[in-house]
T-cell receptor, first 112, second 116 residues
Framework: NAGVTQTPKFQVLKTGQSMTLQCAQDMNHEYMSWYRQDPGMGLRLIHYSVGAGITDQGEVPNGYNVSRSTTEDFPLRLLSAAPSQTSVYFC???????????FGPGTRLTVT | AQSVTQLGSHVSVSEGALVLLRCNYSSSVPPYLFWYVQYPNQGLQLLLKYTSAATLVKGINGFEAEFKKSETSFHLTKPSAHMSDAAEYFCAVSDRVKAAGNKLTFGGGTRVLVKP
């Protein structure tokens, strides 16, 4: 049981490039989320999903897209990277509302 | 919208001393409450959670937190700090409204330094 996995661990992009951060969970959790972590700001919710085919925006969705075609996978796409998107990104999964979230190890992204 | 305030972005304690990390939330309806710990270069790990049972919640590694509705607080404590407790701690809340789904709101975090 691997829990929540994220790839890559590190990534450097140039401004304007696009990429996809991968997230997968093997716990058959219904809910999945993407957060970004910036110093002094805690974690901020980017997008979340309450089941396959269902996604919604969080607090800071601009510049990011998501889709959820399977229960296991929840990729995050950066459409045109900007330096303001330099951050550490965490994916999390959750059994359902009110349950704790399980976090992946994170992806450290630098946009130059 | 929910908001979470953690008082003090950095806390320094001596090994063996009490650890007290403060968390206040804004909701008028008691939410679900969580404390997470993050060790360097790792993801977040759940320490404990409050859903609706006992107001004093015990977690892993000797931590506990007390829910006080009148103070809208959920402070985290550990009687005796250990060097391994050096980490960043996050308080988080989630609305009880079903439509809120899995939306967690996090505080800004408190980094704990343990001095020998």
């Amino acid at each position: 049981n691997a829990g929540v996995t994220q790839t890559p661990k590190f990534q450097v992009l140039k401004t304007g490039q696009s990429m996809t951060l991968q997230c997968a969970q093997d716990m058959n959790h219904e809910y999945m989320s993407w957060y970004r972590q910036d110093p002094g700001m805690g974690l901020r919710l980017i997008h979340y999903s309450v089941g396959a085919g269902i996604t919604d925006q969080g607090e800071v969705p601009n510049g990011y897209n998501v889709s959820r075609s399977t229960t296991e996978d929840f990729p995050l796409r950066l459409l045109s990277a900007a330096p303001s998107q330099t951050s550490v990104y965490f994916c999390a999964s959750q059994r359902g509302g009110g349950y704790e979230q399980y976090f992946g190890p994170g992806t450290r992204l630098t946009v130059t | 919208a929910q908001s979470v305030t953690q008082l003090g972005s950095h806390v320094s304690v001596s090994e063996g001393a009490l650890v007290l990390l403060r968390c206040n939330y804004s909701s008028s309806v008691p939410p679900y409450l969580f404390w997470y710990v993050q060790y360097p270069n790792q993801g977040l790990q759940l320490l404990l959670k409050y859903t609706s049972a006992a107001t004093l919640v015990k977690g892993i590694n000797g931590f506990e937190a007390e829910f006080k509705k009148s103070e809208t607080s959920f402070h985290l404590t550990k009687p005796s700090a250990h060097m391994s407790d050096a980490a960043e701690y996050f308080c988080a809340v989630s609305d009880r409204v079903k439509a809120a789904g899995n939306k967690l709101t996090f505080g800004g975090g408190t980094r704990v330094l343990v001095k020998p």
